[in-house]
C-alpha cells in the first residue's frame, strides 16, 4: 500500500512539474503578428538600376516607433505593378527570414536581394515598382 501510495504522489508531482514548465514557457513565447500598415513598425527603403536577369541588394531601414522593443523574425516584400507595359511578375520580392532585435524608437538597417527576371522585355529596364514591406514580430516587450 505504501508503495501505491508513493507512485501516486511521484505521478502527481511529474504531472505538476510538467504542466508548469508548459505554461512559463507558453508565457514567453507570444505569437507572431504581421504588420503591413500598423504604425508600429516602418520599413523603407528603395533600388534603382535594375534591368531583366539582374539582383541586387536593397538596403532597407526598419524602424521601431514603439516605447518597447520588438524582435522581427520575418520580412516581406510585396512588388506592384509599373506603369507601362512592364508585369509586377518582373521584379520579384519575397519572404525573407530575418532575426533583428529593435531597441524601443531605434532603427537598423538591413539588406534583401531582389531580381529582375530575365524573360522579361526591356521596357522593364529603369521601371518604377511600387514596393510593401511586412514584417512579423514578436511583439516583445
Do not use: E
Not at 510538467?18 to 500598423?38: E, F, I, Q, S
Amino acid at each position: 500500500m505504501k508503495r501505491l501510495t508513493a507512485t501516486i504522489v511521484m505521478v502527481v508531482a511529474l504531472l505538476l512539474g510538467a504542466t508548469t514548465y508548459a505554461a512559463v514557457l507558453r508565457k514567453g513565447a507570444a505569437k507572431p503578428r504581421t504588420t503591413g500598415t500598423w504604425p508600429g513598425i516602418v520599413v523603407s527603403g528603395s533600388v534603382s538600376g535594375l534591368y531583366p536577369g539582374m539582383s541586387k541588394r536593397m538596403q532597407l531601414r526598419v524602424h521601431n516607433l514603439l516605447n518597447h522593443r520588438v524582435v522581427v523574425h520575418w520580412l516581406t516584400v510585396q512588388v506592384g505593378k509599373p506603369g507601362g507595359s512592364c508585369p509586377a511578375r518582373a521584379l520579384q520580392g519575397g519572404r525573407y527570414p530575418i532575426l533583428l532585435t529593435l531597441p524601443r524608437r531605434g532603427t537598423r538597417t538591413i539588406s534583401v536581394a531582389l531580381r529582375m527576371s530575365a524573360g522579361v522585355a526591356n521596357v522593364c529596364s529603369g521601371a518604377r515598382f511600387p514596393l510593401t514591406f511586412q514584417v512579423t514580430s514578436d511583439g516583445s516587450r
